[in-house]
């Protein structure tokens, strides 16, 4: 394997791939770091077992300090990537167990993308816009950016709408009650970004009857449920009038 001008970083998934206990051996990543013209400028491994749960998501949060927040220096790259993990599951093994061999000062040679920022969580009630917004997405050269917005998850039965969907701030719209997961991807011309993400909770509560009437002025709300109590006493009084009505001309 011939690298050319640069060197890459191996980041090794899976168990006891930095695992060395032959001292009279050199080990996977002393082989990688010290070839000469080709190998390694810095090595990521587990010392003993992991689960896969934890590689995943260790693996996930580490591409996204590097391509979704421009973290240029190997060791600030994976001790953020530990640190959005922690309370992940198989977050122990990946924290106690994952190393890095090198100079965890070593920059990394990518060059910086844009990053999306989808904006705080939102909560909503059935069929109340949300308006989203993804404004305070950069990009590294101070680029006009363009917008892709799209719905990542939602609920069994859901029917969420975007509105307006390649702008800074689309609108979201869902009659469905649960968690939706909204992503946005933004370029400016050259790269594009990871996906940010978003979540808004539609809220439980059932949808307001066709026939509610706004608030009265002492504040209480008068609806269907509230009109059918005084209907039933009518219409048993039209009823017994009808039926001593008859009886008189029976």
Known sequence: MADGATLPAFVVLGCLNAFFDAPNEASLSQIALSAPDRGAIAFIASTTVTAFAGDDMFAHDLAQRIFGANVRRVGEAVTQAKQAMATSPGAEDVLRSVVLIGDPATPLGIPKFPIA????????????????????SSSPNGGRLGYEWQIVAQPAG?????????????????????????????????????????????????????????????????????????????????????????????
Do not use: M
Not at 189 to 205: E, I, K, M, Y
Not at 206 to 219: D, E, K, V, Y
């Open 158 to 250: 859901g029917n969420a709408t975007l509105l307006h969907q390649e702008t800074a701030r689309p609108t979201f719209l869902a009659g469905t009650p649960g968690t939706y997961t909204l992503g946005l991807i933004v370029n400016d011309g050259q790269r594009r970004s990871v996906l940010g993400t978003v979540s808004v909770d539609v809220n439980p509560a059932a949808a307001p009857l066709a026939c509610s009437q706004s608030p009265t002025s002492s504040g209480t709300q008068f609806t269907s449920t509230d009109a059918l109590y005084l209907l039933i006493p009518l219409l048993a009084a039209r009823t017994v009038r009808r039926t001593r009505k008859w009886r008189g001309v029976a």
């Open 117 to 136: 920022d989808a904006g705080p969580s939102r909560k909503t009630d059935p069929w109340v816009p949300v308006a989203l917004d993804g404004s305070r």
